[in-house]
């Protein structure tokens, strides 16, 4: 990732800040400023090479010491509780620093045995803020910051996987300085640096120091871990030097060998930038096999990134696939219009006839729930006894279909005409069969005219048909 | 960074709002197409309706052709349904027929007419079935029916629906 042609890191040692890039496996710094210069607030982006200010600035690697370790304990687990957590104790503990909770992160501890269950680590140098600002506003703020004693850690595991479980140290020995890892069961625990003099001439001068100085570290070591260093490793351009301190030292020290792929790190290249000189891309590169602290919302941007990322994958497919089948859907659509046109064009008319046709049964339907005048009027003079002739008689067929009838019963006696009127109620109920039965009181008796041997009984009766 | 996340989560909305969309319209186009292909079943369906209906279908819109006359000119038509309503009721043995029409209380497609006549129960019986018969058309809505003073036939006021249809002419207009 960082040998991509738009990427580089910074590195900040000693008071000079280092814009750098890989190209292939060799580092170049692209530029480098005064950390102080670079910090001043009239200090543009201008001043600084467009190679740089056009790049993503992967990492910022700085010295060890500005970054802090604290162990914190803690029962939960969850992201969720244990970052409020860790902020929370590290803004009370550092009041002094009121970004600190921004840039932090943490680890759980994989031994039982230490002090806590996370391990939180953190900027806890003023000056790390300051350039973390500043980087900002020029837009080319580093996505992670580390120190050179984690990647060196990592490194150390990786070629030594068995160190995992013990104690180990590590001397970095520069022509100018010599630098300490100190770690236990994998963990960083300190480190330490070492200027020589410039008037340290011998070597013997210079090995005597660093002699001192190492001890110094190893009774550190002891005090802190309550455990013996088992595994002391060199780095140094001079072969002799694991040699040299070993027999100063009184124990063996193992030479650290990189496979550096036949790239020596530039001698040049690692007095300029330190401890960070000898690192390869394959060593800084991800980010995420050693440990680094990235801004707040960086972090965050960083874990939605996968969400996001997939989010918009699946959209994309989903959208393509929506739209072949939407091409698919028009093309189904639009497909053989002349005979899908003459198909309608014959179904409009086949539709239009069956309209018809069922307007034309609607109404020979209601034609024929219509009683028919003439039976009608067949039919009740077939239900009229001898004896009752019709005076007058009133059918209505159109709406409401009603007959209403005025006739005269001409009967001998009373027993007579009751007769004829229940055999008349009597017809009319068996011939209009679906209208309501006429009761005798439904019948209206009108005024009695008698005769000779004879009574006309004038009756007047509505049948609903 | 708080920017970049941000338009990240806009471009990721903007691409499934995009995708939401298109399932909107291919659901859109599925029901228009299922719609058209369902018009398209019940045209077929009514297609083999008719064919296998053709002489039924055929017979039932001649008979409601039947019930309505077309006409070109409702008064000239009104004087021939007179004449044959007229000339009916004589060959019926009808007597003191007398018709009247009135044109302002059309309702629609009816005119209703009413006609006066003197007859026997049965004549009239005879008529009405006549009527019913040859012109199916003329509706029959109402019978009065009054004994003559003399004991002697009925008068009868019959209310006759006239029902017709405006013929088209060739250029198919009314």
């Known amino acids: ?465 | 960074m708080k920017n970049r996340l941000t338009r990240n989560w806009i471009v990721v909305g903007i691409i499934w709002a995009g995708a939401l969309t298109m399932t909107y319209l291919n659901l859109q186009m599925i029901q228009q197409i299922k719609t058209e292909q369902e018009s398209i079943e019940f045209m077929q369906m009514d297609d083999v309706f008719l064919k296998n209906n053709f002489e039924k279908v055929i017979q039932v819109l001649k008979r409601r052709a039947s019930l309505h006359k077309p006409i070109d000119s409702i008064q000239i038509e009104l004087l021939s349904i007179e004449n044959r309503l007229r000339s009916l009721a004589q060959k019926k043995g009808l007597s003191e027929i007398r018709l009247a029409s009135d044109q302002t209380a059309m309702q629609g497609d009816r005119i209703p007419l009413e006609m006066y006549v003197t007859s026997t129960y049965r004549d009239l019986v005879f008529w009405l079935r006549a009527l019913e018969t040859d012109a199916p058309f003329l509706v029959v809505t109402g019978v009065k029916m009054t004994e003559n003073k003399d004991g002697e036939g009925y008068r009868f006021q019959v209310g006759i629906d006239f029902r017709f249809s405006v013929a088209e002419d060739e250029n198919g207009s009314a």
């Open chain 1, 1 to 465: 990732m960082l040998k991509t042609k738009n990427s580089g890191i910074t590195v900040v040692h000693g008071d000079t800040l280092f814009f750098v890039s890989y190209a292939g496996e060799a580092m170049q710094v692209d530029h480098a400023v005064s950390l102080n210069l670079f910090l001043e607030d009239d200090y543009a982006a201008s001043s600084i090479p467009a190679v740089v200010r056009g790049r993503k600035n992967r990492l910022l690697v700085v010295p060890d010491y500005w970054i802090g370790q604290t162990n914190l304990t803690l029962q939960s687990q969850k992201r969720s509780i244990v970052v409020p957590f860790v902020e929370r104790k590290l803004a009370s503990e550092h009041p002094e620093l009121p970004d600190i909770g921004l840039f932090f992160d943490y680890a759980f501890s994989k031994e039982p045995s230490e002090p806590g269950n996370i391990s939180a680590f953190f900027l806890q140098d003023p000056l790390s803020f300051k350039l973390y600002q500043k980087l900002t506003t020029l837009d080319i703020a580093p996505m992670d910051i580390t120190i050179p004693a984690y990647v060196w850690g990592k490194k150390l595991e990786k070629l030594h996987p068995e160190l995992v479980d013990s104690g180990s140290g590590l001397i970095q020995k520069l022509s100018s300085a010599c630098h300490l890892y100190f770690y236990h069961k994998g963990r960083f625990l300190f480190s330490r640096s070492i200027q020589f003099s410039d008037s340290a001439g011998e070597d013997t001068e210079t090995l005597d120091a660093l002699t001192y100085e190492i001890n110094q570290s190893f009774y550190l070591f002891s005090q802190k871990e309550k455990a013996d260093l088992e595994h002391i490793f060199i780095h140094s351009s001079r072969k002799e030097d694991a040699a040299d301190l070993a027999e100063s030292l009184g124990r063996k020290i193992h030479s650290l060998d990189i496979d550096d792929g036949g790239n020596a790190p530039n001698q040049e290249m690692t007095e300029m930038l330190g401890p960070c000189g000898v690192f390869t891309p394959k060593d800084l590169s991800p980010v995420r096999k050693y440990m680094a602290v990235a801004q707040k919302d960086h972090a965050r941007a960083r874990e939605w990134r996968p969400v996001q990322i997939s989010g918009a994958i699946i959209g994309i497919l989903l959208f393509l696939v929506l739209g072949g089948e939407h091409f698919f859907l028009l093309k189904w659509a639009k497909q053989d219009p002349g005979i899908e046109n003459a198909g309608i064009m014959a179904g409009q008319s086949s539709r239009e006839t069956i309209q018809q046709y069922n307007e034309a049964l609607d109404l020979i339907l209601q034609e024929t729930r219509r009683p028919s005048s003439w039976k009608t009027m067949k039919d009740v003079v077939s239900c009229l006894p001898e004896n009752v002739r019709v005076q007058e008689m009133e059918l209505l067929v159109a709406e409401n279909p009603n007959l209403s009838l005025t006739c005269v019963v001409r009967a001998e006696d009373m027993a007579k005409f009751r007769s004829s009127l229940s055999m008349l109620l009597e017809n009319l109920g068996n011939t209009f069969t679906t209208s309501p039965r006429l009761g005798k009181r439904d019948i209206e008796l009108g005024e009695i005219l008698p005769g000779q041997g004879y009574t006309d009984y004038p009756i007047q009766f509505e049948l609903r048909l």
